[in-house]
């Protein structure tokens, strides 16, 4: 069980927009403005698209944005498109001791 | 550009010992606020932070995973590795390296990563 709660499946139309969330707690999202995204496609490693809540790295498109509310992070991708089809990963700093935490991805389907 | 490569044995046998390494190309591990961080990911599920090394000395580890790992760098080399012992098959999974920043043991965020290596304990 993962530590911070994703759902497992979401899905869009071409062209719209949709928003994955990351559940977690005080002692992780809600504590720390350190949480991150990661796109995977089957079989490559994952990709940093989302740093610090709500920066994007060089390269990224700004179709991808992040927030975050007390202690759930949401991102959200505008403007669907069919290579966007992934999953897609949150994590967290979580402290000191337990440094860093996962959501359990959520895999994209584009309609 | 910053490339990570990982290298070692795909598959290790019950209760011996996973030894991975991790060559670094575009940028030094002794880089001031860059971690070199250990991930992995067993097959269909998701990621795990095994832990980090800093280029001072410094090593960051999982809790549930501490008692098992040892993470090393070698500056002459450009590279750092990974030791997990003893396995077993719960430890089957991709493994990655990464480079790791934003807060204490490079946990902020993870870029790049490497391509992965797929590790499978079994006898």
């Known amino acids: 069980q993962s530590a911070l709660a994703q759902p497992a499946s979401v899905s869009g139309s071409p062209g719209q927009s949709i928003t994955i969330s990351c559940f977690g707690t005080s002692s992780d999202v809600g504590n720390y403005n350190v949480v991150s995204w990661y796109q995977q496609f089957p079989g490559k490693a994952p990709k940093l698209i989302i740093y610090?809540?709500?920066k994007r790295p060089s390269g990224v498109s700004n179709r991808f944005s992040g927030s975050k509310s007390g202690n759930t992070a949401s991102l959200t991708i505008s403007g669907l498109q069919a290579e966007d089809e992934a999953d897609y990963y949150c994590s967290s700093y979580a402290g000191s001791f337990n440094l860093v935490v996962f959501g359990g991805g959520t895999k994209l389907t584009v309609l | 550009q910053l490339q990570l490569q990982e290298s070692g044995p795909g598959l290790v046998k019950p209760s011996e010992t996973l030894s991975l390494t991790c060559f670094v190309s575009g940028a030094s591990i002794t880089t001031i606020g860059d971690y070199w961080v250990w991930l992995r990911q067993p097959p269909g599920t998701g990621l795990e932070y095994i832990g980090s090394f800093y280029y001072n000395g410094a090593t960051y580890y999982n809790p549930s995973l501490k008692s098992r790992v040892t993470i090393s760098g070698d500056t002459s080399k450009n590279e750092f590795s990974l030791t997990l012992s003893p396995v077993t098959a719960t430890d089957t999974a991709v493994y990655y390296c990464?480079?790791?920043?934003?807060?204490?043991?490079?946990?902020?965020?993870?870029?790049?990563w490497g391509q992965g290596t797929l590790v499978t304990v079994s006898s």
């Open positions: 610090e809540v709500t």
């Open positions: 990464a480079r790791g920043k934003g807060a204490v043991g490079g946990a902020g965020w993870f870029d790049p």
